[in-house]
């Protein structure tokens, strides 16, 4: 049965991070039938309309059995930015328990989740004028700026990724200040009670083994391509992809798009797909290990996402004893 009301609605609050392809989603959707929750999306592509299969999209059967937030909230030809997140989820989440439900934010994108726990901090917003004089200089002359005078971000950022690196040196220019040492001022969660000294947050992050998460990833990029992601792409540049910079950073339409363009073979792209998203996965649990979940589960082969959602459950009614009482589905 669903869980009980409790006391503080505040307390009512779990969020499930971990990187790509480890299970988050399958393990999200038990976890809101368990509860009487929603699913907040914590991912900067499925914001897109029409990024579908290259994100991993819910399917309209998953929409339909439990309500999600933030997926397909803006055309590919708009901008899309952590301040809008930040925004919308805390509307999201407001809406969502007033209605008497739980919110559950799951997905993969760690400033995100930052942003929504402990704010932006003062990064300034982007410069117009600074911005098209960045775009325009060679990625490899920026990071040349960012090893001199940002070393620790020069070594965490993904330097394929152009926005990311474009972004930390306006950000550099416009405050004089490495964006490492602004972003070394965010407290964890655990630090400061979830965030909130008045909310009980349980921030569960979710691992595997490195080999089987590069299983799951191979078998995930191989199923992609198979529904139909090259398609899939040759109708969004039609409709604008090649100039949204945000959505052409993501993964597989990056690698794809260079595809039609003739730059590689299929199955040479198939496989560059699977090597940058092992390195995606990579980063990501850098980042989460760093400022994200204070509480981690390892999955093994034989675990599934119910068993994992009783696990969650679990320690969630452990950290809110006082007024909570939660039991799982058998």
């Known amino acids: 049965m669903p869980i009980t009301q409790v006391a503080n609605p505040k307390s009512r609050l779990i969020l499930l991070a971990g990187p790509t392809a480890v299970g988050k989603s399958e393990v999200a959707l038990v976890l809101a039938e368990k509860l009487g929750g929603e699913i907040v999306s914590v991912d900067s592509m499925q914001v897109y309309r029409g990024l579908d299969i290259g994100t991993a999209k819910p399917t309209h059967e998953e929409r339909t059995r439990v309500r999600h937030h933030l997926i397909d909230v803006v055309n ?162 039609k409709r604008g992809l090649a100039e949204n910079r945000t959505a052409m950073q993501a993964l597989e339409y990056r690698q794809v798009v260079e595809h039609l363009r003739g730059i590689r073979s299929l199955d040479e792209t198939i496989e560059l797909v699977k090597i940058r998203t092992r390195q995606f996965a990579k980063r990501q649990m850098t980042w989460f290990k760093k400022y994200g979940p204070s509480n981690w589960i390892n999955l093994g082969l034989q675990d599934t996402p119910e068993s994992c959602a009783r696990e969650i459950i679990g320690r969630w009614g452990s950290l809110n004893s006082d007024c909570i009482k939660a039991e799982a589905k058998q």
């Open 76 to 237: 590919l030809t708009e901008p899309f930015d952590a301040a809008q997140f930040v925004r919308l989820a805390s509307e999201a989440v407001a809406d969502i328990r007033g209605r008497g439900r739980i919110p559950i934010l799951c997905g993969g994108t760690g400033l995100y989740f930052k942003g929504f726990l402990d704010g932006l901090g003062d990064t300034p917003r982007a410069d117009a004028a600074l911005r098209q004089v960045l775009e325009a200089t060679p990625v490899p002359e920026l990071l040349a700026e960012l090893a001199t005078k940002d070393p620790a971000t020069y070594e965490s950022i993904d330097r394929q990724n152009p926005r990311r690196v474009i972004r930390a040196v306006e950000v550099l220019r416009l405050t004089g200040k490495a964006l490492s040492q602004q972003r070394a001022n965010w407290s964890t969660p655990a630090d400061e009670a979830g965030g909130s000294a008045t909310e009980a947050i349980v921030f569960i992050g979710l691992t595997r083994s490195s080999a089987d998460l590069q299983q799951r990833i191979n078998i995930r990029v191989e199923r992609m391509f198979k529904q139909g992601l090259v398609s899939e792409i040759e109708e969004l540049l």
